[in-house]
């Protein structure tokens, strides 16, 4: 159980362009989903919290306007990378915690989105 | 601020023990979690400690002391698939992870 899937799985597109991400729980309810961003050789980095049916919360030095996270449902979230820009490549990962309570609040990860802007 | 600190790498041999360790500061504490990273790929979930002590799990067993703000995780008969970059990451008050950088762990023959 605790499954998270993420579509696609790679994407390339052109610089300017906008890109959706989408973060699904299979076989739970997730009541928060998290977004990730990761780039070589180094951590996670949280971009944003986000929780079914609000707004999602941003950290520090991310630009809300460009990174548009919807979290519609209980089990879908998706990111918008808007007007893609090469600095933005990067590999992003989604979590979610199961909202029954689950143990420890543990994060399930989905597999990632590697994002290439050329 | 919030610090996680883990080496940046490490190499151990086919077949032995390597134990690596995590030292944490945070803005409260509610559990430590171990992760598993390859390479490409999104973090697997290794163990998670919120009270002081060691938990085992087969191979992989995780130690902590609250009062030191310290971990490990210790990997036994180590098999190639373990190399890998293991993630510590501290749930603080507000139950966020704070992530350290990671441990490159290789593995030779």
């Known amino acids: 159980g605790a499954v998270v899937s993420q579509h696609p799985s790679w994407v390339i597109c052109k610089s300017g362009t906008s890109v959706k991400i989408e973060c699904r729980s299979l076989d739970f309810q997730a009541t928060t989903m998290f977004w990730y961003r990761q780039f070589p050789k180094q951590s996670l980095m949280l971009m944003a919290t986000s929780n079914e049916g609000s707004k999602a919360t941003y950290e520090q030095g991310v630009e809300k306007d460009k990174f548009l996270i919807n979290h519609a449902s209980l089990t879908l979230s998706t990111l918008t990378v808007t007007s893609a820009h090469p600095e933005d490549s990067s590999f992003y990962i989604c979590s979610a915690t199961d909202s029954s309570g689950g143990d420890y609040n543990e994060q399930f990860f989905g597999p990632g989105t590697r994002l290439t802007v050329l | ?109």
Request: with cysteine; charged share 15%.
């Open chain 2, 1 to 109: 601020g919030q610090n996680i600190d883990q080496p940046t790498e490490m190499t151990a041999t086919e077949g032995a023990i390597v134990q690596i360790n995590c030292t944490y500061q945070t803005s409260g504490f509610n559990g430590l979690f171990w992760y598993q990273q390859h390479a490409g790929e999104a973090p697997t979930f290794l163990s998670y400690n919120v009270l002081d002590g060691l938990e085992e799990k087969g191979r992989f067993s995780s130690f902590l002391s609250r009062s030191k703000g310290y971990s490990y995780l210790l990997l036994k008969e180590l098999q190639m698939k373990d190399s890998a970059s293991y993630l510590c990451a501290v749930m603080d008050s507000n139950y966020q992870l704070i992530w350290g950088a990671g441990t490159k762990l290789i593995i030779k023959p």
